[in-house]
């Protein structure tokens, strides 16, 4: 059975012929898998392996490094919540405590539409406290601004980020490729249209 969809795979196509070093192609490859399938697979991870002609345990080690990349599964929502420094003086703790409180602890939330994660510094340290949905970033955030923003996504309707990653994947993924750091910095200004809160 097909790991990736047939889309997928022609992303994968085009990748490995953008890069002249094979290895160059990993962090996008991973994004697109997880982006179709939720989370990395111990399957997608081998496949990916295999077509960049990497040892599995040098996909792992990446994955491993890039908070943003997960091999267990997560919510539909996956909540990324700051205790860095920044974060910390400017009460990023008691954000953390409030998402556990709304969101329990764990990998998803009961219903599956939300999973939490305590990170460090996710590139936002001047509006701190700060979290991350998906690609999604919110600031100066408040236990109060948390629950709006919680449940605009539980409605259906993702508020309007204070930044975001383009929800483009492929945008998405040439981020990831181009840093060298790690570092999951805020980018451009979200796509119009959506709620405030
Ligand atoms: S310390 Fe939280 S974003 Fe940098």
Do not use: F, N
């Given at each position: 059975m097909a790991i990736f969809s047939p889309a997928l795979e022609e992303r994968f196509r085009k990748l490995l012929e953008a890069y002249?070093?094979?290895?160059?192609?990993l962090v996008p490859m991973l994004l697109y898998a997880q982006d179709e399938l939720g989370w990395l697979t111990p399957e997608a991870i081998s496949a990916i392996a295999a077509r960049l002609e990497l040892p599995e345990i040098a996909v792992r080690e990446t994955i491993g490094y890039y908070?943003?990349?997960?091999?267990q599964p997560a919510g539909r929502y996956h909540v990324q919540v700051c205790t860095n420094i920044s974060c910390l003086l400017r009460g990023g703790n008691r954000i953390l405590e409030h998402c556990r409180q709304r969101l329990?602890?764990?990998?998803?939330?009961e219903d599956g539409v939300f999973s939490l994660e305590e990170v460090e510094c996710m590139g936002a340290c001047s509006w701190a406290p700060a979290i991350q949905v998906n690609y999604d970033f919110f600031h100066d955030l408040t236990p109060e601004r948390v629950d709006r923003i919680l449940e605009a996504y539980r409605r259906g309707a993702p508020p309007q980020p204070?930044?975001?990653?383009?929800?483009n994947a492929a945008t998405t993924a040439g981020q990831a490729a181009s840093s060298s750091n790690g570092s999951s910095g805020a980018a451009a200004k979200g796509p119009s249209g959506k709620e405030g809160a």
């Open positions: 002249p070093v094979k290895r160059s192609a908070t943003m990349l997960r091999t329990g602890e764990g990998p998803a939330s204070d930044a975001s990653y383009a929800s």
